[in-house]
């Protein structure tokens, strides 16, 4: 279950400065000899990988990206300053290649990885490289290499960020589709779902985040109860859960019952799963008796944050987007 986000971008590495010709002036030595330094190296343009860019979506808007040139070498053998490289941040997964030869260049998975997509031109010497013993003055310097332009097309095999779990009928595709562009199948009956979907969230606080809404989970699912749990292995990679509850599904005599049943299944299924960060959300809000389960629920849960929301009509969806996207900046290991 993979979507695919992609991008084509043109990337240009800077030129190499131009070598200098310049001759030594100093008192008493009239005619000193060649002191042109060497230009500097035109800067790099590096593609790296950081959890803080989750789609390709920044491409729309920025496309053409040119690197810095070398400045030129300067007397008294001074070389020129060398570009700064032009780092181009892409998320984990992005597979890139050659967009005019359709060639694979790199495949980039992890955070923190870095690939030299265009290399600077190197820095035209100075004329005092020319000097020979039978050539004391040369009058001339190389220029610097040009930069090299190369188109690229960028795959991103998009990872869901955030997983939401709960039992059949909770709202999990319900809230998939208010709160992305996904567009799934919702029924009032169980296991509507029938394979997952993904969707991506925008929000008013920087990067958009993923979300993938997987079929119901119900007790014994770990040994092949309703469908099972072979689609938990979708959001194993996910960094946290969104834990879906609809209200009126809570036992008022025994509140977490629902809620302890999905972590159990999620238990059997890994360790891993199991201690992934929570946002745990009481659905259906809008229906009568909702706020008399929410705030047994909530007693029954004591220092656990719940979330209140109708998927529905909207209540509570902006303050749940912030929790995760707060949520997801704790544990993406990045900062800023
Ligand atoms: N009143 C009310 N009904 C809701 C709300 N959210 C979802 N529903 C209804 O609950 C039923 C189940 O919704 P789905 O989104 O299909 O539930 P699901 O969790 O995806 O269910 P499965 O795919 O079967 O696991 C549908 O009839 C929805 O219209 C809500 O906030 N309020
Ligand atoms: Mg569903």
Known sequence: MKFIDEAIITVQSGDGGRGCVSFRREKFIPRGGPDGGDGGKGADV??????RKRTLQHFQFKRQFKAKN???????????????????????????????TGQTLKDLTKPG??????????????????????????RFSQPGEPGETLILK???????????????????????????SANPKIGNYPFTTLSPNLGVVQTPWGEPFVVADIPGL???????AGLGIKFLR?????????????????????????YNT??????????????????????????????????????????????????????GIDELKSQIVKLLDNHSGVKG
């Open 70 to 100: 070398g400045a030129g070498g300067q007397g008294k053998k001074k070389t020129g300053k060398t570009g700064k490289d032009l780092i181009i941040e892409i998320p984990p997964g992005t597979l890139i290649s050659d967009a005019e």
């Open 113 to 138: 990885e870095t690939f030299i997509a265009a290399k600077g031109g190197r820095g035209g010497q100075g004329n005092s490289r020319f000097k020979t013993s039978t050539h004391r003055s040369p």
């Open 154 to 180: 960028l795959d991103l095999k998009l990872l869901a960020d955030v997983g939401i779990i709960g039992l059949p009928n909770a709202g999990k595709s319900t809230l998939i589709s208010s709160i992305s």
């Open 234 to 258: 979708h959001i194993e990679r996910t960094r946290i859960l969104v834990h879906l509850i609809d209200v009126l599904s809570i036992d008022l005599d025994n509140p977490l019952k629902v």
């Open 46 to 51: 590096v593609l790296r990988t950081t959890l």
């Open 262 to 315: 999905i972590n159990k299944e999620l238990a059997m299924y890994s360790k891993g799963l199991a201690e992934k960060p929570q946002i745990v959300v009481l659905n259906k809000l809008d229906l009568s008796g909702a706020h008399e389960s929410a705030n047994t629920f909530k007693s029954a849960a004591q220092d656990k944050k719940v979330l209140l929301i109708s998927a529905i009509n909207g209540t």
């Open 218 to 224: 119900i007790e014994g699912a770990h040994k092949g």
